[in-house]
């Protein structure tokens, strides 16, 4: 049987890029602002070098979530100016100063919560009394390679209706179908590797590994906290000496530690004291740092994904010191294929006598104990960061053979959680068939990777969509073949 060229999807998806980006330069004499919402929603800037334009240091404890409806762009994110209380407010997103006055944002009462005017650079008119912040001067990456990666990072609503492509799916064989889903799930780890990379170039490839870690224990609500606690890292590990010490300044920060919670401790659990006794002797050094209750999402939310227990984990693994070696010998030793989840596990897991027994601090003794980390969070983290994280090193040092293996395990790995991005696109696009495929976590990543490059750029018509076409071009190749 005549098999798909090895590099078939990957051109599709350059090729489009490269449209976009021609339409793009060609339309507009700045980027558009689309573009700089994506660029603020993934926050693909300096976070740690961010000055407003009045020069006060800047970060960001959570971008808030993208508004699709009127009003500002962003909602409900949390700010910190200087050594200033955190602010919790809206963002507005435009391309010129001009725009505040010109599109009446002045006057209106939805915009009454804006805490942040984002632009793309100066201009001739200023004047609101809005802290500011010009996002050219902090891109992560050149604007060329980052456009590139952000033409693929959109989202739209969409229906139950079977896509266009679902009838010209159904006549691909199989295997051909599973090449394509392997192809898109191979670009969509070589732009996860992209991310690390990139953060390499400023924080050195261990931060990016802690700041992918932390991320993904976040899981999907409390990502940007979690974030912004990794890029701490270096600061809290300042003279630690042992785990305990570790997760008294991780919960500290992230305001797990309410002072209410210091009376009560004793009654609580030694644990609880020993924390508070810890966090009290440095708390001063982390002043006007520690997070508001506000930037955590804990609304129906499972209990194995409480972001305290996610960071006593976490400290487990800054306090060993030796993480990093133990996850390249991990990568480095013979793993068949059915041992991948659990060999992982083994070097990820850790025992905490008070955690182990508990989803919060508050929360009754469990009946039977329960480890920090389900095999479910190992695949999200295998597949997410762990892998993509080695394939970038490697990529970096030409090492094909560590290249091959990483491939190996990624195209190995048994299926992820299943979520409702993954539901729809199986419905609308194959409407119930290859279900057997999608035991794999590599035909979940290759699905998103497509419903990321055409389906979330078109609508729930379909129109405009080339997934179809490129389908198509598939049978022509073979057919040539």
């Known amino acids: 049987m005549a098999s798909l060229d090895a590099n078939f999807y990957q051109g599709w998806h350059n090729r489009r890029f490269t449209i976009n980006q021609l ?51 962003f909602k409900s994110a949390i ?56 996002l050219k001067e902090f891109l992560d990456a050149p604007f060329g390679e980052l456009t590139q990666w952000l033409a693929g990072e959109s989202a739209t609503d969409s229906t139950t209706v079977p896509g266009v492509c679902s009838a010209p799916l159904s006549a691909l064989e199989p295997d051909t179908f599973r090449d394509l889903l392997n192809q898109a799930a191979l670009v969509r780890m070589k732009r996860k590797a992209h991310l690390f990379e990139v953060r390499a170039r400023h924080r050195g490839w261990e931060q990016s590994l802690w700041e992918g870690l932390f ?20 600061e809290v590990m300042r003279g630690i000496g042992s785990a305990l010490q570790v997760q008294a300044r991780l919960l500290g920060l992230g305001g797990f530690l309410p002072a209410e919670a210091r009376k009560t401790a004793r009654a609580v659990d030694p644990y609880v004291r020993n924390l508070w006794e810890l966090w009290w002797r440095d708390v001063s050094q982390f002043d006007g740092q520690v997070f508001p209750n506000s930037v955590w999402k804990l609304s129906n939310m499972r209990p194995a994904n409480n972001p305290a ?59 039977q104990p329960q480890p920090l980390l389900g095999a479910q969070r190992v695949t999200d983290l295998a597949v997410n960061v762990v892998l993509p994280w ?5 990529s ?10 990483i491939e190996r395990r990624y195209f190995a790995w048994p299926a992820a959680e299943d979520n409702a991005v993954l539901r729809l696109a199986r419905q609308r696009l194959l409407q119930g068939r290859h279900s057997k495929l999608f035991r794999h976590a590599f035909a979940q990543q290759g699905l998103i990777q497509i419903v990321r490059d055409f389906c979330d750029h078109s609508n729930a018509l379909c129109e405009h969509c080339r997934f179809p076409e490129l389908v198509s071009a598939v049978k022509q190749q073979l057919l040539a073949t």
Not at 39 to 49: A, K, T, V
Not at 331 to 339: N, T
């Open 23 to 73: 339409e793009d330069s060609a339309t507009h004499g700045s980027p558009p602002e689309r573009l700089l919402q994506q660029i603020w929603q993934h926050q693909r800037i300096l976070r740690e070098r961010l000055q407003t334009a009045d020069g006060r240091k800047l970060k960001i404890l959570h971008p808030g979530f993208w508004n699709h409806e009127a009003g500002p762009d």
């Open 79 to 134: 700010i910190q100016l200087d050594d200033a209380p955190p602010s919790e407010g809206d963002i507005e997103i435009d391309i010129s100063p001009q725009f505040w006055r010109g599109h009446g944002h002045q006057a209106n009462p939805a915009y009454e919560r804006v805490i942040l005017h984002v632009l793309w650079e100066p201009g001739a008119a200023r004047g609101e009394n809005l802290p500011t912040l010009f």
């Open 215 to 234: 991320s993904g224990l976040g899981y999907k609500k409390n990502v940007w906290p979690m974030k912004r606690l990794a890029e701490m890292t270096p």
């Open 309 to 367: 227990r996610r960071l006593a984990l976490a400290a487990h693994w800054l306090q060993s010191g030796n993480l990093v070696e133990k996850l390249t010998e991990w990568l480095h030793s013979f793993v068949p294929d059915v041992r991948l989840v659990d060999s992982l596990t083994s070097v990820l897991q850790a025992e905490d006598p008070f955690w182990g027994g508990r989803w919060t601090f508050r929360g009754a003794m469990l009946k």
């Open 390 to 394: 080695f394939w970038s090193r490697a």
């Open 396 to 405: 970096a040092g030409k090492n094909s053979a560590l290249l091959a293996e």
